[in-house]
């Protein structure tokens, strides 16, 4: 059996588009009470961008925009996140505590790469407990490149991760799995886009298939 699991967390682990859309409108009506947007809130552009970190988000919602607006709306888009999150807006894809549940008592580690800020991730881990399964949560914060790779090659090394897999929906997660010589398992979820998924070693439509896969996966 794998002994190492990643999982990426937005649109895997976290279904971000409950307060997605809420959040991104909170965050473009701030832009507008300073006239700084008169059109449309850019949902849709945002959903197939879902996935990269978020100064990048922004330069491609804002071109246009000066630097120091775009870092005002993501200091005030994660703070309508995490708000959003706290009060209960959000929820984990079906199944993630029975997963969990089952690699932990089959011997597994846990742990969750993602482009999501520090602040971000530890409200939804705390919001519902992942810390009963995870034995530690990475950001890309922490990683200069902001690649995904490289944020699952600190993971590899701290660990000493041998035999592992990358679970996640978007191209980042598979390459950063093959990039760090692990199998990559891609999810055919809500952000998911078939070209990318392609490129995975496994496609799964819900975590469910992770208790049948891994007993599967050897060393």
Sequence with gaps: M???????????LFQTDKILEISLEDAFNHLRS?????????IDKYREIMGVPL???WEALLPNHSSEVREQTDAYFLERLIENIRSGKGALYPNVKEVFGYLKENNCSIYIASNGLTEYLTAIVNYYNLDNWVTETFSIQQIESLNK???VK??????????????GDRLSDINAAKD?????IGCNFDFAQEDELSQADIVIDGLIELKTIVSQLKN
């Design 149 to 151: 790779s490289d944020l």
């Design 154 to 167: 600190t993971i590899v090394e701290k660990y000493g991760i041998t035999n592992g897999a990358v679970i």
């Design 55 to 57: 100064p990048k988000v």
């Design 34 to 42: 300073l006239n700084e947007w008169d059109k449309e809130t850019p």
């Design 2 to 12: 794998v002994q190492s699991l990643i999982f990426d967390m937005d649109g895997t």
């Design 180 to 184: 760090n010589g692990l199998v990559a």
